[in-house]
Each structure stands twice: as C-alpha cells, then as structure tokens.
C-alpha cells in the first residue's frame, strides 16, 4: 500500500495542476466562437495581484487519503484507528493548501478609462505586459472581461 502511495500523489500533484486556468489569452470551448463586445480605452493603472488557487477539493482528498494510510501505520488496534483518522484530517488540510498554493497565479489589476469616459478595472492573469498610457482593447461577453493590446 505504501508504493501506491508514492503513485498517488504525483498523479494528484498533475491533476491540480492541469485543471483549467482561465486567463487573458486562453478561451473555453464555450467562449470559441462567440461574438464579443469590444472597446477602446486607455490603461489608467496597473497593480500586482494574486489569484487565488483552486479549491476543487483534489488536494485535501489526496492528502486526507494519504495522512489516514500513514496514520494508519502507527500503534495497533484502537491507537492505530485515532491515528488514521486524525491522519486524515491533517493530510486534508495540508492537501488543501498544497492545491492552493500549486495552482494560484500572478495576476494585474488593470484600471483602463474606456473612450466612452467610463472607468473599469479588471483582473487577470499576467500574461501580457501593460503600462500606464497604453492604449487597449477590452473584449467582453456575459460578464468575462479580458484586456489586451
């Protein structure tokens, strides 16, 4: 049971890490296709942000599995169960931050004052570089903004 584990948890580690991110150039299957709404502004500011990681619940399932195996293993009889279970649940909050931490992304907090005179901000992934006095596009559709060059 020990090897599997060593399998597991590369294998949680890449699913975490594979599940979608949506950001400034990359569009669902759903966005493909559609027809957006486009304007003209200039970039007012720009900030660093953070966005947070996913919380899909892989991390603290892998980890809750793999904290209860390894509590499992230590004492005999009723010590050994406590010791799964409280395992399991430090496993799952460790999991829980893990996916978190491996999946949360840098992101700008763009201010752009559109031709219209309307001010907006959006936040997204830092996949394009931006500086204040640049002049933009932002594309929207159903309340998905993106700004791009």
Known sequence: MKHRMFLIIPLCLFVV?????PSATTYSRDQALAVQQVQFG??????NVIIEG?????GD??????GGV????????RGSAIAAVIGGVAGGLIGDKVENEATKKAGLEITVQLDSG?????????????????RVRLLTRSGV???SH
């Open 70 to 77: 390894a509590g499992s293993g230590v004492g005999d009889g």
């Open 54 to 58: 996913t919380k899909r619940g892989i």
């Open 42 to 47: 200039t970039v007012l500011s720009i900030h």
């Open 118 to 134: 309307a001010i907006i901000s959006v936040v997204q992934q830092a996949e394009e570089a931006f500086l204040i006095g640049d």
């Open 61 to 66: 399932a892998a980890g809750g599995v793999i």
């Open 17 to 21: 890490a594979c599940g979608s991110n």
């Open 145 to 147: 903004a993106r700004v």
